[in-house]
């Protein structure tokens, strides 16, 4: 009978080994900067749009964005957000609902968000988005140890501290900063160029100029060389929040969320993306609560650490808007990206859990 049960046993774990496979060939992770979670889940903010300095126009904000219903107002500011990643996808961070996903560092801005990510440690080391090349493992380093990876992985972002933030000096992963086109109208980074930037600039939206160069070259690069990794960083909504230009903000967010619906039609339009691909997008911190002044800032304010999270592609279970009561935290993020790969995340350092929910699997393939 001992023998019996152990025989039983070893079939299951065998049998339970053998379900757990990839569940994608890439992975896309794609991060808008200090894009609050209020304007996520509720669009446009009646006590911030009806503030001049910040709204602007508010006549012709309130015929862009305005609505009494927070779900048509979100759907104004972010319509493939809430059409297409709502019924395909998974969206958390509602805290209004009790769902919430938060920072695990204290510092609430920028680069110790993005460490987060990268590395799943919100390490109190990194204090200052002045901070050298970043000293801890993360999902790039820990993907190189894996077979298939090795020029299969990219970077492109707005901000230039992205090559400390990644350490391109530790591991090699290209990282594509300071899109500025050229006197011939080319963009042409480590010998990687683009040359139809004329034509990114969004026409109704004069203020996201360098996260548009930033989207482009990143597509174009994807076309060429179809990593099996790739992250995309944008900046601008931090930027407009910052300086308190509500209008820009939010014609920004407008934007990449078009930009976000492009990507997934490339993704699904191409043969070696198309349902093989997961795009995770989520921010690096929130913004203050308060109308008058705090929404434009972070750091030293409070309820910065809730952000948000969403997911579509390769292996997500369609649940739309998670209205479930939980607790997310930034520190997931790397492993869940290692498991949809059919990986556990193993580094030098602590890191946090899957995300069970996005990436169905806690991940147990071998190097």
Known sequence: MKYALLLALSIISSFSFAQEKPKAENVIVVTFDGYRWQELFGGAQKKILNVKKYAGDKKKMKALYWDKDASVRREKVMPFFWSTIASKGQIYGNKKLGNRVTLTNGYKFSYPGYNEIFS??????INSNGYGDDPNQNIFDFLLTQKGFDGKMAAFATWDAFPRIINEKRNHVPVFVDMKPNNKGAINIKGVSIDQ???TIPAHNPYAKTDSFTYHFAKEYLQRNHPHFAFIGFDETDDYAHDGNYAAYLN???TLDRYMKDLWNFVQGDPQYKDKTTIIITC???????PNLEWRHHGHVLHAENIWIAAIGAGITPKGEVKDKMFLHQNQIAATVAALFGYTYKVDHFSGQPITEISGTVGVREK
Not at 284 to 290: E, P, Q, S, T, V
């Open 120 to 125: 799943g440690w919100g390490d109190k080391r």
């Open 252 to 254: 920004t967010a407008t």
């Open 197 to 199: 930037w004329q034509t």
């Open 284 to 290: 690096d911190h929130g913004r203050g609560d308060i």
